[in-house]
């Protein structure tokens, strides 16, 4: 990498810059066209320009450089590696750009210039810390830009360079309003690369041209992102507006790598927090990104309105200030900045009085979710006021937290329900698939295929007692699984799959098969779940049972604690979790050893019927908070163990239909044995034709 800014900085200085740009550089990515056929050491298509990211699977870059693509579809080349250079090349769409398309015979792309594209699939990637402020492109700012250009010796390279801002074009709530850079030169390929404010260690804009033949270029700040259409219908959901979703995702990102006690890489927050003048304010970095991850667990405000309200009700803020006007709760959080310079002696307080109005506000929708993030604010709320602020302030918050208390309990009856699923799992017909290893020959196995009846009679489509590798059970299931499933499934209703394996097998990814060659995967087209077939029914599994099935569920982590892998309890401390709960399994990886499998038997054992796996590959500073969150909502928002099968059904859906705020759950499996249905003895599954 070359750069515009070398030398002239001691070494503490000049290794905090290093850490910095690294941060940044391992977030920025190159965009192609489509291609087929992959080159590891060069372009996948024609090289478009350069993006970042902002949040998981969610790229910002310049419209002109996204549509480029052909039909909204591009390739972007992602350092997925951390531990090296590796790029990975991934499928993405343009989501939405600002404008769409360029007027005729424009010149260039009018501004905003913005373009998101989402990812297709999931992939490990590093994401940029934008800035909360408005405004953050202001003269006298220390400006870097990033970006991707080409290498007189071939290929393409990352390049950075120091830049200075000299004025705007445009007012502050023109939408088209464009930031005036000069002093460093901007290459081909730069456009759409992230423009940094390196005094205060965040991203701040977006490169979007370079002057020909001399130095500067244009750049659009990254708080006309808040010009994204807002959803004309009423909101149910977080995903239902794009802004919040990206940028709840954002904040969420962030807290969780700063919070991770279990990983040792330098976070933004620790960078941040090595700057001259740290940003966040008050807060400073850390605190600032532990506070953004708990308002990013709420609902997003009703309205802009309703959030510029809250602001005008704190003393010293004026929201008319911010261009454009806030419109997430992380927006009202930086609009509080100018206002703490203002009201030096309690700036604290503005915070804190602050967080109080989130807890208050009227809600869009709500989750189960939300009374947990509530608590959880206010516990925040509670202790950096006990620690910092005066008697008189603490009391007059303990007597608010009441009546903000009342109202969360009255919205907590407007939660969102699940689908429901097109029959109860114990109404249907569902189908078998039995594996028993074979005890002379190791790594092969029997397998027998039936549908099973509401009655409990089963039914036998086929079955193999010659031995068959795990590699060929795909083709060799695929028209005996094919046909069970004409037999039991319905229009627009498809059967269950049921997997009984030993508890040693639950890694095999049956839901991944395809009956096709270029069919979707199974999982995709009905809900696949596992079973044990060692384990047979007990009065304890029938009352766990009973309790998911009729009084609700909960999930619980059991081998995961704050970010640390932990050994899974024993069965007496298993048996002592409330009858409605669902074991969660966040640590059981791609390729569990055999302790990882000794502590699901350990739960099984205990009568555990209902458990949930991720099956992706971990490592010991995995960052897990992002799956903990969503798979206590899925249990909760599910309420009964017979939905369980529908909600992680509809989640490999969205997985395979690239949607990001699901993508935490790729590679999660659920196990589902109900023990009024057991597996038949070796004498009852009848012969097969």
Known sequence: MTSDTDGGVDGGAGQRDDALMTLVEDATVRIHRPASGYAPDGPVGEFLGSGFFVAPSWILT????????????????????????????????????????????????????????????????????????????????????????????????????????????????????????????????????????????????????????????????IERLRALDVPAEPVEAEADDLYQAIFHAHDRYHADRHTNPASTARTWADVQSELPVPAGGVLGPKRRADLLGRLAEFPPPVSTRSLLVLLDTLPGVHSREHRPAPRGWRDGLGALYGAQQRHRDAPLELVLR????????????????????????????KRIAEEELSRDFRRQLAMEWPTVRRRLEQQAGHSRALPAEPGRAGERAYVLLELEPQGWARGRYDWRIGVARPTGELLPVAEDGQGCALDTLPDRLAAPLAEAFRRCDEPGSPAMLQVAVAPALFGLGVDRWRLAPHGPPLGVVRPVVLRSSYHGPTD?????????????????????????????????????????????????????????????????????????????????????????????????????????????????????????EVFWSDGMALYYANPHHSLPGSGEFLEAP
């Open 540 to 660: 304890e599994w029938s009352a766990r049972w009973d309790a998911t099935l009729h009084t609700g569920m909960r999930a619980e982590v059991v081998d995961c604690e704050s970010g640390w892998g932990v050994r899974v309890p024993e069965a007496d401390r298993l048996g002592a979790l409330p009858k409605e709960s669902v074991p969660v399994f966040c640590r059981y990886g791609d390729r569990p050893d055999p302790e990882t499998t000794a502590g699901v038997v350990r739960a099984l054992d205990t009568g555990f019927g209902v458990a949930l796996l991720q099956r992706r590959a971990v490592e010991p500073d995995t960052v897990c908070g992002e799956f903990h969150r969503r798979v206590a909502e899925t249990v909760s928002d599910a309420r009964t163990c017979d939905r369980l099968p529908w909600a992680v059904h509809e989640l490999r859906r969205g997985v395979n239909e690239g949607r990001p």
């Open 354 to 381: 602050y967080c109080m109005g989130v807890l208050a506000a009227d809600r869009p929708f709500d989750t189960p979710s939300t009374r947990t993030a509530a608590e959880l604010l206010w516990d925040w709320v």
């Open 62 to 221: 310049c419209a002109h450089v996204a549509m480029r693509g052909e039909g909204g579809a591009v390739s972007v080349m992602v350092r997925s590696d951390r531990y090296g250079g590796k790029l990975t090349e991934v499928q993405g769409r343009v989501v939405v750009a600002m404008p769409g398309t360029r007027p005729p015979g424009a010149a260039g792309w009018p501004a905003p210039d913005l373009a998101l594209i989402q990812l297709r699939r999931p992939v490990e990637h590093a994401c940029v810390y934008v800035t909360e402020r408005s405004g953050g492109l202001r003269r006298g700012s220390d400006i870097r830009c990033v970006g991707w250009v080409e290498s007189p010796g071939g290929g393409l390279k990352l390049r950075d360079g120091a830049y200075g801002v000299n004025g705007s074009y445009g007012a502050d709530d023109d939408v088209e309003q464009l930031i005036v850079l000069e002093g460093g030169w901007l290459e081909p390929g730069m456009s759409g690369g992230p423009v940094i404010d390196f005094a205060r260690g965040e991203v701040v804009g977006v490169v979007k041209s370079r002057l020909d033949r001399q130095q500067g270029g244009t750049a659009v700040g």
